[in-house]
């Protein structure tokens, strides 16, 4: 291993001596250690994308024999987080001898199932559909990456040529081919072609680079992209990038400002067969292709890697809005887009009846993934927001491509044909019928007013758990911190959005809108939970705080109701609005006149709204919680001391006590309001609007006439 360290302009090396040296000798650790370096660059694959392998002697269990076993990367996963749960594990010589028995490339899927037959490590991944390229290439150490830089020479009209000038022919050449058995026997012939090579450019696909050691196939690795990336740049000013500008980008404030008007528009499209979640980018990357004279060329071509348009589809819909268009008349907007769609979804279905074989899976979802504004940006939508937001990095990726093949060359994209083929192959369809089922609310898209507080936080955890992505907002800075970092904790860091919301004020709702329909598309669920608790005699109870209790529970109800439906209908595919009353609405006590009547009010205006959003699938209903103490700010600040008192009892009793004034001596935990919630937006009472749910422990005064 060597100790120089090498500089590099357009990869990272990250290699670290000391990490490496405490792993010496044991192979597979390195290839592991390696992987991670590789899949940290985005520059250097994409996410999800390549695999890498070594090949080490093993004792064989039954024979105690030395055998080659090749450790690769298995089905699925990603190098940047590869473990050995994710490698796996196959006998050479076993693999190998699959060649005696291929039938030739019409029967090479089939082979497929016979990798399972090689495995000598029993808790190996399943082996993925690179397998043989690995296994029947010679070398120790081997890298298959998708860099962008590499792409663009192989997915350039005359890529064959400069590879073979640019590296004095030490990089060999397969033309594009789907991966799989056949392909892994041609690049053992290329090798045999052109002995002496360091690696081999796959047309329209990526690169296949080798060494001895973990760290000489490192290296080869970050040098031949290194000098692709290179050669682009120096051949890159020669003439305008994408034939140069022809749409002036809106400043950024205004970018996002026309992204967030529209995105409830486009996912109301895209959501036609199945609810999509969102993502919207204006990378100077993506800037640069969109506003560009070669849009209109480059953007039907599609993209060219597999990887690429797999997660984009084979082409983006480009929008005819100019950047300046006046977004607020939503009927308009409707009018000019949905054209666009309809012709898209045509585009899609043709697509596939063109190129369709008898045994093809059905057509899937036609509309699209990836969607231009020119000047202003893209959006991407898909099942989740993990998923969509890769797909806009996988569309930078496909940019990255174009813009250095056009640079070089001329840039070509894969043949309908063959996409159809990858698209719809059947080993790829097995894979989506092996993925879990979606979650009750997947693709759905909740915000929880005073979600950083005790039962917002609960419905929002569980609206979470049942798939959701969530926007976590309150007036409380500290409780909206802490609830995000919770929630990344447990879902991941596409899961939650967060946001400052006051319920009390039009512009932070409208910010918060915004920011939610930036972060995830839209919205489908709005849960009117913020509040605060005021208990006082008439006499004692002020003007002030009586206007308090009604602008944060009365009005904030009405105005974020009011911004949620605008966005709801823009969307036109329903959605639910669930308001947080209480017991109060309904029982009359002492001390109470504030909160008490606000509460009516808000129970009334769910009513209200259920009678007029019904035509738009639009369904609102109300839960009437009762003395839900835990983590409820409302109890702290003396309240509950203040009851316990006149009960003559402690703090910790009251729970027990307020169960035992219940009809089933229940204590109501805020877990047991958020699962009144998923109730109601489950879908199993997608037919029931103007309602309301008692989560009180049974409280018979309570009971709604
Ligand atoms: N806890 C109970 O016993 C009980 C009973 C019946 C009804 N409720 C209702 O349930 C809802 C939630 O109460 P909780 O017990 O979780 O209380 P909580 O105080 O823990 O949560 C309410 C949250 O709303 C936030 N909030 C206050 N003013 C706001 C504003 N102007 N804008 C945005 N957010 C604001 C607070 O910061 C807090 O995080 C309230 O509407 C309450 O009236 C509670
Ligand atoms: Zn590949």
């Not at 409208?510 to 208990?535: C, H, R, T, Y």
């Not at 823009?570 to 029982?587: A, F, H, M, R, T």
Request: charged share 25%.
């Amino acid at each position: 291993m060597s100790a120089e360290t090498k500089t590099f302009k357009h990869v990272s090396y990250l290699w670290d001596e000391a990490t490496a040296a405490a792993m010496q000798g044991d192979e597979v650790a390195l290839l592991i250690y390696r992987s991670n370096l590789l899949g940290a660059d985005l520059r250097l694959t994409n996410y999800g994308g390549g695999n890498t392998s070594c090949k080490v002697t093993a004792k064989d269990p039954l024979t105690n024999e030395d055998k080659e076993i090749m450790y690769v990367k298995g089905s699925g996963g990603d190098l940047g987080t590869l473990k050995k749960s994710g490698l796996a594990a196959l006998y050479v010589d076993r693999l190998r001898s699959l060649k005696a028995i291929y039938r030739g490339i019409e029967h090479e899927d089939e082979m497929v199932e016979l990798f399972n037959h090689c495995i000598y490590d029993l808790a190996s991944k399943a082996p993925s559909i690179d397998t043989p390229l690995h296994g029947f290439l010679p070398f120790k150490h081997i890298d298959h990456l998708h860099p962008d830089a590499a792409i663009a020479i192989a997915a350039a009209r005359d890529g064959k040529k400069i590879t073979e000038e640019l590296f004095g022919g030490t990089i060999g050449w397969v033309p594009w081919q789907k991966p799989g058995f056949d392909l892994g026997l041609q690049l053992k012939q290329c090798l045999d072609e052109n002995p002496g090579i360091r690696g081999i450019m796959l047309g329209s696909h990526g690169l296949f680079t080798w060494g001895d050691t973990a760290y000489e196939s490192y290296v080869n690795t970050l040098e031949v992209i290194e000098k692709c990336a290179d050669y682009i740049e120096q051949q890159t000013g020669a003439k305008p990038v994408f034939g140069g500008e022809k749409i002036v980008a809106l400043p950024a404030a205004d970018r996002l400002k026309k992204a967030a008007a529209l995105a409830p528009v486009l996912r109301g499209c895209c959501s036609s067969h199945t609810k999509m979640v969102g993502h919207f980018t204006d990378d100077e990357r993506v800037l640069q292709f969109i506003n560009s004279n070669d849009l209109d060329r480059l953007a039907p071509l599609g993209t060219s890697c597999p990887d690429h348009f797999l997660r984009t589809k084979i082409s983006p819909l480009v929008l005819n809005l100019a950047p300046d268009e006046d977004l607020d008349n939503v009927a308009s907007v409707k009018e000019k887009i949905a054209p666009l769609f309809d012709a898209y979804r045509k585009m899609y279905a043709d697509y596939y009846e063109t190129c369709k074989h008898p045994n093809s899976p059905a057509m899937r979802d036609p509309n699209p993934v990836v969607i231009i504004y020119p000047g202003v940006g893209m959006f991407t939508f898909s099942k989740d927001k993990q998923t969509a937001r890769v797909a806009a990095e996988f569309y930078t990726n496909a940019i990255n491509v174009m813009r250095g093949a056009e640079a070089i060359s001329e840039y070509t994209s894969l043949p309908r044909q063959e996409a159809f083929n990858i698209e719809y192959w059947l080993l790829e369809e097995a894979k989506l019928q092996r993925m879990p089922k979606p979650k009750p609310l997947s693709g759905r898209i909740a915000l929880i007013t005073g979600s950083g507080g005790g039962i917002g936080k609960a419905i929002a955890r569980r609206f979470a758990e049942e798939g959701a992505c969530v926007v976590i907002n309150d007036i409380n800075e500290e409780r909206v911190n802490e609830t995000t970092l919770e929630f990344q904790k447990s879902f991941g860091k596409d899961a939650a959005a967060s946001v400052i919301l006051d319920v009390t004020a039009n512009d932070s709702i409208k910010a918060a809108i915004d920011a939610a329909v930036l972060a995830f598309g839209g919205l489908d669920i709005i849960v009117n939970n913020a509040g605060i608790s005021i208990s006082k005699s008439i006499t004692d109870h002020t003007i002030e705080e009586w206007d308090r209790l009604y602008d944060i529970l009365v009005k904030g109800q009405f105005m974020v109701s009011k911004h949620g439906v605008a966005v709801m209908r823009k969307q036109d595919i329903g959605g639910d609005i669930i308001n947080i009353v209480s017991k109060n609405s309904v029982v009359s006590g002492p001390n109470n006149a504030g909160y008490g009547s606000a509460k009516a009010a808000q129970a009334h205006l769910s009513r209200l709204l259920a009678a007029e959003l019904g035509g738009d699938k639009i369904r609102v209903n109300a839960v009437n919680p009762d003395a839900v103490i835990a983590n409820s700010n409302i109890w702290a600040g003396g309240w509950a001391e203040g009851r316990a008192r006149a009960y003559g009892i402690t703090v910790e009793e009251l729970p027990a006590y307020y169960a035992r004034r219940t009809l089933m001596n229940e204590v109501i935990l805020p877990e047991d309001i958020a699962n009144a919630c998923f109730v109601f937006v489950s879908g199993l009472l997608n037919k029931s609007t103007g309602n309301v749910l008692n989560v009180d422990g049974g409280v018979a005064a309570a009971f709604v006439r």
